[in-house]
């Protein structure tokens, strides 16, 4: 058993649905405008995917990692919800209501060009007029009180799971190098451990935003996590931001 079947049970405490209801919300500007289709970037094992997909709407789910998609096939029923394998620059030409990246999507992308790459192919595909919504850390929040290390005890799904997580900042790259080192102890006693080692670029809603204008959006609106009525601040690690893709 390896990371990506442990996957689900390290995030089971996540409210993926309730996440998915506030991102429609802000995709539909809180109006019940249509959103009949969703294309979702960085999809993982496809939690929120389904979470969308719930709300009735046919969800294209993206990530470049197939053991993530192999592991989102297999999760069980994923009516709604066709998953692909591969970068969504290389998606054929299609065009959708809304789009989404979540759970910190666009810090896994550490270089401006791959950025400005990803964000113009969202563009592409969605409608004039029509919504980007991401989260994010806040560059900003997390230069000034950078993560720090962390070891973590909690049971998932009748498993035991010890996590010890080292953080180690590069201010003047503005990069975090994650390291996790996992050790899982099932019901019956069995035993895994396995690590993982994660770059994160720290953009700033700043750089953000003229990456989104370059790419075609015509304005970019950032905002507490989860918290859509409250402007992002400086203070707020973990935040969230709607693009609004041009009318041309």
């Known amino acids: 058993m390896n990371f990506y079947q442990h996957y689900n049970r390290l995030y089971a405490s996540k409210d993926y649905r309730a996440e998915a209801a506030v991102v429609l919300d802000l995709l539909t500007n809180g109006d019940g405008t249509d959103c009949q289709r969703l294309l979702e970037v960085g999809c993982g094992t496809g939690n929120h995917s389904r979470a969308f997909a719930a709300h009735n709407i046919s969800v294209t789910a993206v990530d ?14 994923h009516d709604g919800v066709t998953f692909v394998a ?4 290389q998606l054929p030409p299609d065009r959708f209501d809304g789009a989404a990246a979540m759970f910190n999507v666009v810090n896994y992308v550490t ?7 990803m964000f113009q192919a969202v563009a592409s595909h969605l409608h004039p007029g029509s919504s980007f919504v991401f989260d994010c850390w806040n560059g900003v929040a997390a230069l000034i009180d950078p993560p720090r290390n962390e070891v973590r005890d909690f049971l998932s799904d009748g498993w035991s799971y010890h996590v010890t997580m080292t953080a180690i900042t590069d201010p003047m790259h503005q990069l975090v190098e994650v390291s996790n080192e996992f050790d899982a102890e099932g019901p019956d006693g069995e035993a895994h451990h396995f690590s993982n080692r994660l770059i994160h670029r720290l953009w700033t809603p700043a750089e953000l935003t003229d990456v989104a204008r370059e790419a075609g959006f015509s304005s970019v609106h950032f905002m507490r996590w989860m918290v859509p009525g409250e402007q992002a601040s400086a203070e707020d690690w973990k935040i969230m ?6 009318a041309a």
């Open 86 to 89: 591969g970068p969504v620059e």
């Open 64 to 77: 470049t990692d197939e053991e993530m998609i192999a592991s989102a096939q297999a999760a069980g029923p």
């Open 241 to 246: 931001a709607v693009a609004r893709r041009g």
């Open 111 to 117: 270089d401006h060009t791959s950025l400005i790459s």
